[in-house]
Protein backbone atom coordinates (compact mmCIF):
# COMPACT_ATOMS: atom_id res chain seq x y z
CA UNK A 1 0.00 0.00 0.00
CA UNK A 2 1.66 3.59 -0.86
CA UNK A 3 0.66 6.52 0.55
CA UNK A 4 0.05 9.72 -2.08
CA UNK A 5 2.51 12.64 -1.53
CA UNK A 6 1.67 14.62 1.24
CA UNK A 7 3.88 18.16 1.87
CA UNK A 8 5.46 18.14 5.19
CA UNK A 9 3.95 20.60 7.35
CA UNK A 10 6.12 21.98 10.59
CA UNK A 11 4.89 21.69 14.00
CA UNK A 12 3.69 25.14 14.12
CA UNK A 13 1.23 24.57 11.24
CA UNK A 14 0.18 21.99 12.93
CA UNK A 15 -0.52 23.31 16.47
CA UNK A 16 -2.75 25.96 14.49
CA UNK A 17 -4.88 23.53 12.76
CA UNK A 18 -5.52 21.74 16.36
CA UNK A 19 -6.30 25.11 17.93
CA UNK A 20 -8.47 26.36 15.12
CA UNK A 21 -10.42 22.68 15.28
CA UNK A 22 -10.72 23.03 19.36
CA UNK A 23 -11.73 26.94 19.31
CA UNK A 24 -14.58 25.75 16.60
CA UNK A 25 -15.55 23.02 18.50
CA UNK A 26 -15.75 24.97 21.97
CA UNK A 27 -17.80 27.83 20.17
CA UNK A 28 -20.04 24.76 19.16
CA UNK A 29 -20.48 23.62 22.61
CA UNK A 30 -20.84 26.81 24.20
CA UNK A 31 -23.78 27.30 21.97
CA UNK A 32 -25.32 23.97 22.83
CA UNK A 33 -25.26 25.47 26.79
CA UNK A 34 -26.86 29.44 26.05
CA UNK A 35 -28.78 30.54 29.05
CA UNK A 36 -32.62 28.92 28.90
CA UNK A 37 -33.51 31.89 26.86
CA UNK A 38 -30.65 33.26 25.20
CA UNK A 39 -32.02 31.23 21.60
CA UNK A 40 -35.06 32.99 21.60
CA UNK A 41 -35.48 36.55 22.70
CA UNK A 42 -39.20 37.19 22.48
CA UNK A 43 -39.54 34.31 25.20
CA UNK A 44 -37.22 35.69 27.49
CA UNK A 45 -38.87 36.42 30.87
CA UNK A 46 -37.66 39.98 31.68
CA UNK A 47 -40.14 40.95 33.64
CA UNK A 48 -39.12 38.13 36.25
CA UNK A 49 -35.94 38.56 36.52
CA UNK A 50 -37.11 42.50 37.82
CA UNK A 51 -38.67 41.09 40.92
CA UNK A 52 -37.45 41.80 44.53
CA UNK A 53 -40.21 38.52 46.25
CA UNK A 54 -39.42 34.73 45.52
CA UNK A 55 -43.40 34.11 44.77
CA UNK A 56 -43.68 37.10 42.24
CA UNK A 57 -40.55 35.84 40.31
CA UNK A 58 -41.98 32.39 40.07
CA UNK A 59 -44.95 34.03 39.22
CA UNK A 60 -44.22 35.42 35.87
CA UNK A 61 -41.26 32.66 35.17
CA UNK A 62 -43.78 29.64 35.83
CA UNK A 63 -46.87 30.94 36.76
CA UNK A 64 -46.99 28.88 39.98
CA UNK A 65 -45.92 28.21 43.40
CA UNK A 66 -43.25 25.41 44.43
CA UNK A 67 -43.20 22.62 47.00
CA UNK A 68 -39.93 21.45 48.66
CA UNK A 69 -38.83 18.03 47.72
CA UNK A 70 -36.01 16.12 48.47
CA UNK A 71 -34.99 14.89 44.73
CA UNK A 72 -33.59 18.87 44.32
CA UNK A 73 -29.95 18.35 45.16
CA UNK A 74 -29.04 22.09 45.76
CA UNK A 75 -24.96 22.36 46.25
CA UNK A 76 -23.89 25.67 47.61
CA UNK A 77 -20.93 26.91 50.31
CA UNK A 78 -22.18 27.22 53.71
CA UNK A 79 -19.67 30.48 53.81
CA UNK A 80 -18.66 32.07 50.56
CA UNK A 81 -15.65 34.20 51.27
CA UNK A 82 -16.22 36.57 48.09
CA UNK A 83 -20.12 37.42 47.34
CA UNK A 84 -18.83 38.45 43.92
CA UNK A 85 -18.52 34.51 43.02
CA UNK A 86 -20.55 32.11 44.71
CA UNK A 87 -20.46 28.64 43.29
CA UNK A 88 -23.92 26.96 42.90
CA UNK A 89 -24.69 23.72 41.61
CA UNK A 90 -28.53 21.97 40.91
CA UNK A 91 -28.81 18.36 40.22
CA UNK A 92 -32.31 16.55 40.47
CA UNK A 93 -33.58 12.30 40.17
CA UNK A 94 -37.36 14.25 38.81
CA UNK A 95 -38.81 12.62 35.67
CA UNK A 96 -39.18 15.33 32.71
CA UNK A 97 -37.23 17.72 34.30
CA UNK A 98 -37.72 20.97 31.69
CA UNK A 99 -36.83 24.40 34.05
CA UNK A 100 -34.34 24.87 36.50
CA UNK A 101 -34.08 28.44 38.13
CA UNK A 102 -31.93 30.04 40.85
CA UNK A 103 -33.13 32.59 43.10
CA UNK A 104 -30.91 34.65 45.77
CA UNK A 105 -33.76 35.91 48.38
CA UNK A 106 -31.66 38.94 49.34
CA UNK A 107 -30.37 40.62 46.41
CA UNK A 108 -31.62 43.42 44.98
CA UNK A 109 -33.59 41.04 42.37
CA UNK A 110 -34.29 37.96 43.62
CA UNK A 111 -34.19 35.67 40.38
CA UNK A 112 -30.68 35.14 39.37
CA UNK A 113 -30.59 32.36 36.32
CA UNK A 114 -33.26 30.15 34.27
CA UNK A 115 -32.68 27.74 32.14
CA UNK A 116 -34.78 25.62 29.81
CA UNK A 117 -33.56 21.86 30.15
CA UNK A 118 -34.10 19.74 26.52
CA UNK A 119 -36.20 16.56 26.71
CA UNK A 120 -33.63 13.73 27.27
CA UNK A 121 -31.21 15.92 29.20
CA UNK A 122 -29.31 15.00 32.49
CA UNK A 123 -31.22 18.03 34.89
CA UNK A 124 -28.06 19.55 36.23
CA UNK A 125 -26.89 23.27 36.06
CA UNK A 126 -23.70 25.02 37.79
CA UNK A 127 -23.11 28.68 37.77
CA UNK A 128 -21.67 31.72 39.92
CA UNK A 129 -23.96 33.45 41.45
CA UNK A 130 -23.21 37.37 43.02
CA UNK A 131 -24.44 37.55 46.23
CA UNK A 132 -25.03 41.28 48.04
CA UNK A 133 -25.13 39.86 52.01
CA UNK A 134 -25.43 36.85 53.77
CA UNK A 135 -29.05 35.40 52.66
CA UNK A 136 -30.84 32.01 51.58
CA UNK A 137 -30.37 30.34 48.22
CA UNK A 138 -33.69 28.91 46.40
CA UNK A 139 -33.19 26.34 43.36
CA UNK A 140 -36.48 25.86 41.31
CA UNK A 141 -36.94 22.87 39.33
CA UNK A 142 -39.90 22.27 37.19
CA UNK A 143 -40.96 18.56 36.46
CA UNK A 144 -43.79 17.26 35.00
CA UNK A 145 -45.87 21.06 34.85
CA UNK A 146 -45.16 21.24 38.67
CA UNK A 147 -42.66 22.93 40.61
CA UNK A 148 -40.23 21.74 43.18
CA UNK A 149 -37.30 23.46 45.89
CA UNK A 150 -34.81 22.98 47.55
CA UNK A 151 -33.06 25.84 49.75
CA UNK A 152 -29.70 26.85 51.37
CA UNK A 153 -28.89 29.46 53.78
CA UNK A 154 -25.05 30.85 52.41
CA UNK A 155 -23.07 32.99 54.79
CA UNK A 156 -21.35 35.92 52.41
CA UNK A 157 -18.13 37.51 54.44
CA UNK A 158 -17.50 39.93 51.63
CA UNK A 159 -20.43 41.01 49.90
CA UNK A 160 -20.71 41.09 46.08
CA UNK A 161 -22.64 43.89 45.40
CA UNK A 162 -20.74 45.99 46.46
CA UNK A 163 -20.61 45.49 50.47
Do not use: H
Not at 47 to 55: G, L, N, P
Not at 95 to 117: F, R, S
Not at 147 to 157: Q, R, Y
Request: aromatic share 6%.
Amino acid sequence: MTFPDVAPCGRRTALKAIAGGVATLSLFEASMLLPAYAADAKDWPADAFKQKSEADALKLLYGKSAEPSDKVDLDAPEIAENGAVVPIAVTSTLPNVTGIALLVLENPYTLAAAYKIPQGTQPAVASRLKMAKTTKVVAVIESDGKLFTASKDVKVTVGGCGG
